[in-house]
């Protein structure tokens, strides 16, 4: 799945939101994108709404 996380302005955002996604699934395999402001997530059980909650938990907006 991808989202567009509009917030992502430095490589912190990057980190905060990997970590963030890797703590509640492991298994994930997370991609963030710092130019095109997009988190990429694949090989999860979880829903696209779970993975923007973790998003918006670390203080990120999502579209």
């Not at 490589?11 to 939101?17: K, S």
């Not at 509640?24 to 694949?42: F, I, M, N, R, S």
Request: charged share 30%; glycine share 4%.
């Amino acid at each position: 799945m991808k989202i567009k996380v509009p917030s992502i302005v430095c490589q912190g955002c990057v980190d905060t939101i990997t970590k963030e996604i890797k703590t509640h699934e492991p298994e994930a395999k997370v991609e963030v994108d710092l130019e095109g402001k997009t988190v990429t997530v694949d090989e999860t059980k979880a829903s696209e709404e779970s993975i923007k909650q973790m998003i918006t938990a670390v203080g990120h907006t999502v579209e």
